[in-house]
């Protein structure tokens, strides 16, 4: 079992930047592939990024490419998020995952474990 908690959310004028952070709770987080969703209010949870288990490739949504950045340190056991020139639409329920085996966790369907969730709020 591999629990996630995630910190970092909160409110921020449009333009601004937050980073998410997703400790792990578990001696082999480094044979796990990462990835963050978000979730807006009656929408369906969507894929934001994902990152492989040595952090040598990472994977972007066409709506946060060049504004987002996944990152990992295999030592703190945590995967962030870096989010910058945020948006009124990317307010949501961010939330880590995690993917065992080979996958890497681009969409829900396998993802292995998730987190409780953090709000982002971007006024504008």
């Known amino acids: 079992q591999v629990q996630l908690v995630e910190s970092g959310g909160g409110l921020v004028q449009a333009g601004g930047s937050l980073r998410l952070s997703c400790a792990a709770s578990?001696?082999?987080?480094?044979?796990?592939?990462m990835g963050w969703f978000r979730q807006a209010p009656r929408k369906e949870r969507e894929y934001v990024a994902a990152?492989?288990?040595?952090?040598?490739?990472?994977y972007y949504a066409d709506s946060v490419k060049g504004r987002f950045t996944i990152s990992r340190d295999n030592a703190k056991n945590t995967v962030y998020l870096q989010m910058n020139s945020l948006k009124p639409e990317d307010t949501a329920v961010y939330y880590c995952a995690a993917a065992g085996g080979s996958y890497v966790p681009t969409h829900v369907g396998v993802v292995s474990y998730w987190g409780q969730g953090t709000q982002v709020t971007v006024s504008s």
């Open positions: 578990t001696r082999t987080f480094s044979s796990y592939a």
């Open positions: 990152i492989t288990w040595s952090g040598g490739n990472t």
